[in-house]
């Protein structure tokens, strides 16, 4: 064989090292100590497993497990991960345009492109997408009174693929380069006429694997929904994370598909010469722009709904008040879900349709404002006389309101076609998406994550490191992101690796030391994790309602048994388990247990995802031998799991007996914790309730 | 009708129904190509019509989707695909022949 | 809900294996979820062939290389191997050996692949006419949208195999029942796919 068959288009030049040594300048050696961050990092982790002789552990009761709490924890685990590397590139960049005025700077234009490309791409499929799929996956089946998703092991197979699209962004730092063509990989620049290297087939293919991933996902999610409620809950009785969960996969599977589409369109054209996209021979790379928003229009929705419905929670559980217009969110949510995906041409306003289409597509989108604004509306009347308690989550409530209201009004701004040509492609546009994705999202999902943390690993988080991340998240972003509108206004083009206006300079100057501040706001979420671990004696709360919950995720142990339910909850009304504490029929031990089935563990979502990246590693250096063996394994895979029958397993009615009985033994130890002390030690998750 | 108690001869039954009928919508349009009785754009209607009438046919007589209550749910997210296809195949259509129009 | 109430698309067991058939209620509908986010994938091919319709960059047209009768006899095919699999589906739920469901399985894979011969004949002869993807923004689009119901019917195909070993290892329990009653959705959907396939992209093409 020779050595392109066997390799394809691997050669030692590939590696970001070799590239260093070549030709040693700031650029290069950058991107090698990149590339040695990842390959350091990979083989410290192993090591520690390996001298912690864990591997075996870390198999059998994570890798192959179909808990959706567990898979929602290394979902959330994975975003962080990403949202390291995610952040650190946009340190960078911002770096970058503060030195290279009328200077070179520190990388050159085509690794700056680079960045952009990487951010973005992590920033939306693997660092949003997997931390809102993993809080859904842990939350969503507690709060709808089941025991898992409808298809347990589909979940662990969605995971292992989103992982292995993750692990090939990875792999692109150290083995050749990555995309030059932006999160949304337009035409016909992305063609192999322009990028004849391997940038955009990672791109393709990391995209590609995370939305099958995601598709499954949805599909999952919404089946679980709308059949694994448990008796009594109605759909408006449903909480309303369930509600935003809900429209968010039927986003995800309706949205997705353009996405496939689009990245196996310009596929087919960089591999087999077809023209969907190209210049020449009948090509029409507008078919790429339209299609990829008929995608991008309804993920930003799939992005920020759960963070809606985080909200929401948060919001009433810690105002000790009712959601303030139940059903006006509830129709408010279905209302975003279906208006967006009627705006997705506001994203290309400037490529010549006509005048009356983009009237059409900029009424729709201020539209959308309407419903957003009665959310807003419902959360302040939510909070209106409420007994606030301004926790974290709370905290990241209000920034979320409040900044997220100054982003919607520069989206109008930006939905009104003759302004659009102003600034559309300026940092005016790139101000304002982070004045949305950052709030509307990133917010939400950190509220998230310290509401929803005690109740995974059974203690609370530090609360004065999280106010400490909290403030920095807020600071950092006012000051990296409003000079950016400044900028945008002035007409600064976004992507630009360098800058020809001094004028600029100081704007450029505080957009940098606000990165560095969101730099720290991460850095303190980290401290903050490593403190909490540490002190975790001081803040457990194994009772498991350590805020005075409302739904039923808090009517279990912190963290909760496997099953989740020992007896499946029967529910009456919208907050049952509040309710059910204001009665006195909270924690009512049945009179006998019943054995439960659970699903037994499975290695073929690890298997499916090692396969399909390296499926996708062997199409991106067309190792055509090693393509085919691997897609043909993971066939082999789904045929042979077919056939595996024994896929149940019963815990025995004396250990659930057990473990339930150990719970209500730490209840009746534990002293009932009024909300004044809800944040120290003395909180061990029982809350004394108040008539 | 889709009671799905009625026993075999009936649901064989309502299988070769669903038969019949698509054949004959399938030689119908096949047959207003073929021999071209009307003018090209009104075939190519008439076609896209039969095309429609037997997608319902088969909606109907092999997945049995009806409007019992019961099945309500498969009706629900068949419709809201057909409302999300139709915007997205409309919207595409109106877009890019809009600019093909305005690049001739 | 009980075993008189039809719980999903396509066939219900009902009362002939209740248990099955409140199983089926939930585990079908993930798969009907999967089937219309794959029609969204299919519709938007083609409204992808309809914007590229025009895009023959002086190379040949659908009127120079689609063919009437081939297309009448793959679509008389592939609806009759919908029926027979009709007809798999009531001896799955009605018969009590396994003998008539193979024998209906085996006559939809025979006219399955005679269906995917067909096609490829059809598509060989075209790129040896010339008529190749990469020629035209227009073949690309109608090649991509054609090998892709091709490769959901290959994808069929193979799930048949797969179905006709596992009735001959395990019979009728649960899971068959319930991996045929989602392999049917699955046949039954790639025959309404081809409905819209020879009316937009054939008939269509060729009406004159
Ligand atoms: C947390 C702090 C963040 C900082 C400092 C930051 C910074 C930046 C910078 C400097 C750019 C390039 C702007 C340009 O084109 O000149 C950028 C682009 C982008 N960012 Fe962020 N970002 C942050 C968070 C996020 C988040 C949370 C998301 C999404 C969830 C996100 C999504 C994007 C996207 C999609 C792009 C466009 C990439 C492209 O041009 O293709 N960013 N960001
Ligand atoms: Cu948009």
């Known amino acids: ?691 | 009708m889709s009671d799905p108690n009625r026993g075999r001869a009936a649901e064989i039954a309502t299988y070769g129904i669903g038969y019949g009928a698509a054949l004959a919508l399938t030689a119908l349009a096949f047959g207003l190509v073929s021999w071209a009785p009307f003018a090209a754009s009104t075939t190519v209607r008439i076609v896209l019509g039969l095309g429609l009438v037997q997608i319902v046919v088969q909606f109907r007589c092999f997945l049995h989707i009806t409007l019992r209550k019961s099945a309500r749910h498969d009706l629900q997210l068949i419709l809201f695909s057909a409302l999300i296809i139709g915007l997205m195949v409309s919207g595409t259509l109106v877009v890019l022949l809009n600019l093909h129009h305005r690049m001739m | 809900m009980s075993a008189g109430d039809a719980m999903h698309p396509g066939l219900n067991l009902g009362q002939t294996d209740a248990e099955t058939h409140a199983r089926a209620g939930h585990d079908l509908f993930g798969f009907w979820i999967f089937l219309m986010s794959d029609a969204v994938l299919f519709a938007l091919l083609f409204a992808t062939y309809g914007v590229m319709l025009r895009g023959t960059a002086g190379g040949p047209g659908p009127a120079d290389v689609y063919k009437l009768l081939t297309a009448f006899v793959e679509t008389v095919v592939l609806l009759t191997s919908s029926f027979t699999f009709g007809m798999a589906s009531i001896s799955l739920k009605h018969a009590r050996g396994i003998a008539p469901i193979t024998a209906w399985l085996g006559v939809t894979l025979a006219l399955g692949l005679a269906f995917l011969a067909m096609e490829y004949n059809d598509l060989a002869t075209m790129v040896g006419d010339g008529a190749v993807p990469a020629r035209s923004g227009f073949l690309s689009s109608f090649h991509a949208l054609i090998s892709l119901h091709g490769l959901h019917v290959l994808a069929g195909c193979l799930w048949i195999v797969v179905m006709l070993v596992q009735l001959c290892v395990f019979g009728r329990d649960g899971r068959v029942k319930i991996n045929m009653l989602r392999l049917g959705l699955f046949w039954h959907f790639l025959d309404i796919v081809w409905v819209a396939i020879f009316s937009v992209v054939f008939l269509q093409g060729l009406a004159r």
């Open chain 1, 1 to 691: 064989m020779t050595g392109a068959a066997l390799l394809g288009r691997l050669g030692w030049q590939s590696l970001a090292f070799v590239r260093a040594w070549q030709d040693p300048s700031l650029n290069t050696l950058i991107a090698a100590g990149a590339a040695a961050l990842v390959v350091i990092g990979a083989v410290a982790v192993v090591a520690l497993i390996t001298l912690r002789g864990q591997w075996r552990r870390l198999w059998r009761e994570w890798f192959t497990s179909l808990d959706h709490k567990k898979i929602g924890i290394m979902y959330v685990a994975l975003s962080f991960v990403m949202l390291a590397r995610a952040l650190a590139e946009a340190v960078l960049m911002r770096l970058q345009q503060a030195t290279a005025i009328n200077a070179p700077g520190v990388v050159d234009a085509e690794h700056f492109a680079q960045l952009f490309s990487t951010h973005g791409t992590i920033m939306i499929f693997f660092m949003a997408m997997p931390f809102l799929t993993g809080l859904i996956n842990y939350v969503l089946p507690l709060q709808i009174g089941a025991r898992d998703v409808s298809f347990p092991l589909l979940n662990a197979i969605s995971l292992w693929l989103t992982a292995a699209a993750a692990g090939l962004m990875m792999a692109s730092l150290v083995v050749g380069r990555f995309s030059t063509g932006g999160w949304s990989g337009y035409p016909p620049f992305t063609e192999t006429g322009f990028s004849p290297g391997v940038g955009p087939d990672y791109w393709i293919w990391a995209v590609t694997l995370g939305s099958i991933g995601s598709t499954l996902t949805g599909l999952n999610f919404a089946t679980t929904i709308y059949k694994k409620r448990c008796t009594g809950m109605t759909v408006m009785r449903m909480p309303l994370f369930v509600w935003t969960s809900l429209c968010t996969s039927i986003l995800m599977i309706f949205s997705m598909p353009a996405l496939t589409v689009a990245t196996a369109l310009l596929a087919l054209d960089r591999y087999l010469g077809f023209h969907f996209f190209t210049n020449a021979l009948g090509g029409n790379m507008m078919n790429y722009a339209n299609l990829f928003w008929l995608f991008g229009h309804p993920e930003v929705y799939v992005l920020i709904l759960p963070a809606f419905g985080i909200y929401s929670e948060v919001v009433s559980t810690f105002s000790t008040k009712e959601l303030y217009g139940y059903a006006s969110l509830a129709i408010a949510t279905i209302a975003i879900a279906v208006l967006s995906f009627t705006v997705w041409v506001h994203h290309f306003f400037t490529m010549g349709q006509s005048a009356n289409i983009n009237a059409v597509f900029g009424i729709a989108t201020m539209a959308i404002g309407v419903p957003t604004g009665v959310k807003i509306y419902n959360w302040i009347w939510t909070m209106f006389r409420g007994e606030v308690r301004f926790t974290v989550p709370l905290l990241y409530a209000l920034a979320f309101m409040m900044t997220f209201v100054l982003g919607g009004l520069t989206g109008i701004i930006l939905a009104f076609p003759p302004l659009d040509y102003l600034v559309h492609n300026t940092l005016f546009l790139v101000a304002h998406f982070h004045n949305m994705l950052i709030p509307g999202l990133l917010y939400g999902l950190l509220a998230g994550y310290h509401y929803w943390f005690p109740k995974a690993f059974g203690f609370r988080l530090d609360e004065r490191w999280g106010r400490v991340s909290f403030a920095c998240w807020v600071v950092g972003f006012y000051l990296a992101f409003m000079p950016l509108y400044v900028l945008g206004a002035a007409g600064m083009a976004r992507r630009s690796s360098e800058v020809l206006e001094p004028a600029f300079r100081p704007w450029l100057l505080v957009a940098g030391a606000g990165a560095l501040v969101l730099a720290a706001a991460l850095a303190a979420l980290f401290v903050q994790l490593w403190v909490s671990v540490r002190h975790r004696r001081a803040n457990v709360v194994p009772a498991g309602d350590p805020w005075d919950g409302r739904a039923l995720e808090w009517s279990v142990s912190a963290p909760p048994p496997e099953y989740n339910f020992a007896v499946l909850p029967h529910v009456a009304g919208r907050d049952p388990f509040h309710d059910a504490k204001r009665k006195g029929t909270a924690y009512a031990e049945p009179v006998r247990y019943a054995p439960i089935e659970m699903p037994r563990n499975s290695a073929v979502g690890p298997i499916l995802g090692a396969l399909g990246g390296w499926a996708a590693f062997a199409l991106v250096w067309q190792i055509w031998w090693l393509a085919a063996a691997t897609v043909i394994g993971m066939i082999a895979t789904v045929i042979a799991r077919s056939f595996v029958r024994d896929v149940e397993r019963t815990i025995p009615a004396e250990t659930v007996a057990r473990i339930e009985r150990d719970w209500h033994e730490t209840l009746a130890r534990s002293a009932p914790t009024t909300r004044d002390f809800e944040t120290t030690a003395i909180n061990r998750g029982l809350a004394q309730v108040l008539a």
